[in-house]
């Protein structure tokens, strides 16, 4: 894969991450029991956003360090 394209993907990955705001489900840092489900949704799909971008990044990582085996650096 072009690490162009996984450099923009996690541009747009970081966008949808800072657009979920966990203080909005939360009160006095406990969730009230009406708003449990929403806040259990939001902090899952903030996780499982940061873990995609984790990864992809871990690949952006590994091709810097392959092209800087090949060099020689």
Known sequence: MD????????KMLE????SIDLNDYKEF????????????YA???KTSLEDFRDHLQSY???????AENQTGE
């Open 15 to 18: 966008a949808g991450i800072d």
């Open 3 to 10: 690490t162009t394209t996984v450099l923009e993907i996690i």
């Open 60 to 66: 952006i990582d590994g091709q810097l360090n392959a």
């Open 29 to 40: 840092d406990t969730p009230s029991h009406d708003e449990l489900p929403d806040y259990q």
């Open 43 to 45: 902090f899952g799909q």
